[in-house]
């Protein structure tokens, strides 16, 4: 089992940052992927970022070039830096992890094994 807790969230102008953290009870083992996804009560999930064990990365076309993703392996933590943030980015965002996978063609994906309890994040315009 993988705990994951978020934080971060918060509302800001349009244009503005913010930066998602999530602490992980462990990475999965072996090749894995760690994700954030976006999803609002009654809306279709949005895979936003994914990062596999090996470093690649993948995006959403609707944030890339705004958001980066990363993770510190010894302190099990996940990020996503957040920068130009717009109305339409409004959502709750889960951080996620995926046993047994690897980022493909750069996409981000929607679906993961284990997920947190979200952090909501409110951007004005």
């Known amino acids: 089992q993988v705990q994951l807790v978020e934080s971060g969230g918060g509302s800001v102008q349009a244009g503005g940052s913010l930066r998602l953290s999530c602490v992980a009870s462990?990475?999965?083992?072996?090749?894995?992927?760690m994700g954030w996804f976006r999803q609002a009560p009654g809306k279709k999930r949005e895979g936003v970022a994914i990062?596999?064990?090996?470093?690649?990365?993948g995006y959403a076309d609707s944030v890339k070039g705004r958001f980066t993703i990363s993770k510190d392996n010894a302190k099990k933590n996940l990020y996503l830096q957040m920068n130009n943030l717009k109305p339409e980015d409004s959502d709750m965002y889960y951080c996620?992890?995926?046993?047994?996978?690897?980022?493909?063609?750069?996409?981000?994906?929607?679906?993961?094994?284990?997920r947190g309890q979200g952090t909501q994040v409110s951007v004005s315009s």
């Open positions: 996620a992890a995926e046993r047994w996978c690897q980022v493909i063609a750069g996409k981000a994906r929607d679906d993961f094994e284990y």
């Open positions: 990062i596999d064990s090996d470093g690649r990365t």
């Open positions: 462990r990475f999965p083992e072996g090749n894995y992927c």
